[in-house]
């Protein structure tokens, strides 16, 4: 049976960043960088991206990430390939203070579009409770309810449409 051509498909773009791994200039050997987690063996690592971690400011019960390095994911949503960067990790574990064994399921922009769509639900809700609008609010309201129905969080055209009245 002839092997399936792979397709080498572009990294989602991430605003910080950027589409490819980030050579870090650091000499980690390959050693330490299996060592470093447990889960880097069974993942597409980038070695020359591996920075050191500071793990006094991670949050583990056993075992610390004492490495960064851009990993390979593929996005649970819409399926295209990232890299969860290791400045990226460094900024998750160390300063936002993730669980360490956490890893990256969603690509940058679905993980923007979520973060929209959640303000945008609560938004929603806060101006459909409102007893009077004002005109800027009212039409707020329905650029939001519209947007949320063309994105199929609405699903009952007339539930929104008797709000915006
Ligand atoms: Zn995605």
């Known amino acids: 049976m002839p092997k399936r051509k792979t397709i080498d498909r572009p990294y989602v773009k ?7 791994p980030v050579p870090s200039g650091e000499k980690i050997s390959s050693e330490d960088l299996k060592r470093a987690h447990w889960r880097y063996n ?6 020359e991206t591996a920075i050191r971690a500071d793990v006094t400011k991670q ?3 056993i075992y610390p990430r004492e490495v960064y390095v851009d990993i390979e994911e593929h996005c649970r949503n819409c399926g295209r390939p990232f890299i969860f960067f ?7 574990f160390e ?5 360490v064994d956490a890893h990256c399921t969603k690509c940058v ?6 973060h929209e769509i959640k303000w945008m639900q609560m938004r929603y ?9 004002s005109i ?28 915006l009245k």
């Open 14 to 20: 991430h605003p910080r960043y950027g589409d490819k």
């Open 42 to 47: 069974g993942l597409k690592i980038f070695p």
């Open 59 to 61: 949050n583990y019960a």
């Open 86 to 92: 290791a400045r990226e990790q460094k900024y998750w």
């Open 95 to 99: 300063v936002l203070g993730f669980w």
């Open 109 to 114: 922009e679905c993980r923007k579009k979520e």
């Open 125 to 133: 809700q806060a101006l459909v409770a409102l007893e009077k609008r």
């Open 136 to 163: 800027t609010e009212s039409k707020e309201l329905k650029a939001i309810a519209m947007e949320l129905y063309q994105l199929g969080y609405i699903r009952d055209a007339r539930k929104f449409s008797s709000n």
